[in-house]
């Protein structure tokens, strides 16, 4: 089985910064993009940033410049550094992983259970 651990999220005031943490363990044969999505309450959830196993990047405009995604491929971690957090980024965050398991032929997206990050004005 895979599990993808979401961490750091929580409550922070306008301005400031959080790191979230998504570590993957399980029988994983490839780990390939990994990203960040969020949902806010009555919207849809968003892509916000990805990361290939390459270590290219991609960002949603609205946090472009705030928001810096990383990886590292040895522990199997993305994580998202968020600066300059504004009440609209307030949302809960889920972490995607397209891997491939071992003896499975075909590679799959995975899901986070979520992490919480509230931000005040």
């Known amino acids: 089985q895979v599990q993808l651990v979401e961490s750091g999220g929580g409550l922070v005031q306008a301005g400031g910064s959080l790191i979230l943490s998504c570590a993957a363990s399980?029988?994983?044969?490839?780990?390939?993009?990994m990203g960040w999505y969020r949902q806010a309450p009555g919207k849809q959830r968003e892509l916000i940033a990805t990361i290939t196993s390459g270590g290219s990047t991609n960002y949603a405009n609205s946090v472009k410049g705030r928001f810096t995604i990383s990886r590292d491929n040895a522990k199997m971690t993305v994580y998202l550094r968020m600066n300059s957090l504004k009440p609209e980024d307030t949302a809960v965050y889920y972490c995607n992983a397209n891997l491939q398991i071992i003896g499975w032929p075909r590679q799959n997206d995975y899901w986070g259970q979520g992490t919480q990050v509230t931000v005040s004005s």
């Open positions: 399980g029988s994983i044969f490839s780990l390939n993009a």
